[in-house]
């Protein structure tokens, strides 16, 4: 990762985020709404964990034939990433509760889908919130050299197939977090000494790792193998049939935020300054989609309302709709983008053309 410090803008002379950030304010104010979550997210928590646990259990002690063994790691997978969307991501961002251990214990349900608080809370809340779609600072574009996701990364022969295979790889994501991902980010953040809010003691956190990856192998792997009168490598399946299904789910609802043609990928000049303010910066990064279907904004927990997240990460996503109307309007008084697709069916589209220009040879782009 780039270590230069970059430095966003403070001239807003039409002072865009201050006319925003004061209707939005009033709107809370007016109607009489905190800012956090609400009886819908917490109904919203309970549907989610069920549909993660619940399998589970059911796994573990009923003697159920192999198609129903599959369906339920399926709904497992599809649970893990409606918990990570809707619990956990509100609980880190500290937009659950107006509690702090509510939070804590929220955001905390990521030790159960494989993933680490610390790590998670520096690579989004700091790297990703802070620079987004800035190569060399947000992680999120980073893919290692098998994916290209920006014009700004190196081209290899092999991206211009990308665009087919890339699917494939993105099932890979949750499951990269259980084996090698988590150690490898905590090496690196905590060697450059970053983190959200006051800096941790790497002691504690490597044994919090440790522990809690020794817990997470033991619930998922180890005992379904005591209990469960199945060959090994059945579980071993199941394992990765959940992880691979949130995968591809989460995988595609990040990438359709920021990894599109829309969402510029821009850099800082040679002293580090970016040319628009922080909150003007999301605005040309951040692409919305599907924003009226229920269904999508029920369980994507408001990502697909990428634009009013990035701009307000401490309000929950149950206020994302409404507060929508208000980002949309005062962006186009000030003459500035706000990036939206009607479905989820054009974003996705969108978001693969987008991966087969960048795999194109730099000199035949037509980006």
Known sequence: MNSTTIRFSRMDSAK?????????????????????GNWQLYLKTAVMFSMFLAPYFLLLTLDLPGWAQILLTILMGVGMAGVGMNVMHDGNHGSYSKKK????????SIYILAGNVYNWQVQHNVLHHTYTNIHGHDEDLEAGRVLRFSKHSEWKWYHRFQHYYSIFLYGLLTFNWAITTDFKQMRNYLKRKLSYGEFPNPTIEWTKLVVTKLIYATVWI?????????VWWKVILGFFIMHYTAGVILSVVFQLAHVMGEADMPLPDESGSMKNTWAIHQLFTTVNFSTKNRIVNWFTGGLN?????????????????RISKIVRETAAEFNLPYNEYKTTRSAVLAHF???KEMGMRPALQTV
Not at 16 to 36: A, G
Not at 102 to 108: P, R, W
Not at 305 to 321: A, K, L, R
């Open 16 to 36: 865009f985020f201050r006319t925003l950030n004061k209707r939005v304010n009033s709107y809370f104010k007016d109607n009489d709404i905190k800012r956090t």
């Open 305 to 321: 309302h990428q634009v009013e997240h990035h701009i307000f990460p401490h309000i929950s996503h149950v206020h994302y709709t």
């Open 101 to 108: 251990w509510v939070n804590k214990l929220m955001g905390g």
């Open 222 to 230: 180890v005992l379904p193998l005591l209990i469960m009168n199945i």
């Open 353 to 355: 053309k987008y991966l």
